[in-house]
């Protein structure tokens, strides 16, 4: 073999070796949007199930506002099958769209039914509400949280997927740019919500 042949095939294993470490970074990447995924739907899980227990122990003191304990189960049950649908596919950004937007309803639901145990100063004394309260409160920081990690993650695999060269190997092997979750979409669903009883 001539040397012009070696020289060749040396480049041609260092651009193969280049493609196979930029595609298991991106592959890397994407798990790591899954798994930032999965500590949310941890979060999500735990919430809805909190979600029943307050409305229950609310239930004796709200009697006469059964439609708006009703709203908030109704918007629980909505928000955990958006849930488990995105859990099912972490990676669709329909999915995902779907989710945020049953997690809008079931916030304002939530703020309702704050708002209107406000009211109730026998509610607000209970042990029961006061700790479920401080448990879902709790809840809302660690989604929160879960969320900013994945549009960590998310931001970091886009920007390795768009960065020429890499995004030759990205495009080639299909790694699409991933959607961030955004919790808001207008100002009145970026008022804080108010969880204190």
Partial sequence: MSVTTWVWLAVAAVVLFWAVG???RLVRLKNAIA?????????????????PNLVEAARKYLA?????????????N?????????????????????L???????????????????AYPELKADQTI????EELSSTENRVGFARQAYNDHVLEFNDA????????????????????LASTTSEEQRETLRIQL
């Fill in 22 to 24: 930029v595609y298991n």
């Fill in 35 to 51: 798994n930032a995924f999965g500590q949310i739907d941890v979060q999500l899980r735990r919430r809805y199930d909190l979600i």
């Fill in 64 to 76: 006469h506002e059964s439609q708006t304990l009703e709203a908030v189960i109704a918007a629980r």
């Fill in 78 to 98: 909505q928000a955990r099958a958006a849930e488990q649908t995105a859990a099912g596919s972490p990676l669709n950004a329909g999915a995902l769209g779907a």
């Fill in 100 to 118: 945020m937007g049953a997690e809008q309803v079931l916030g304002g639901a939530l703020g309702r039914l704050f708002a209107v145990a406000e």
């Fill in 130 to 133: 006061r700790e479920l309260s």
């Fill in 161 to 180: 997927a768009a960065q020429f060269p890499a995004v030759i190997v990205a495009r080639l092997f299909g790694f699409l740019p991933q959607a961030m």
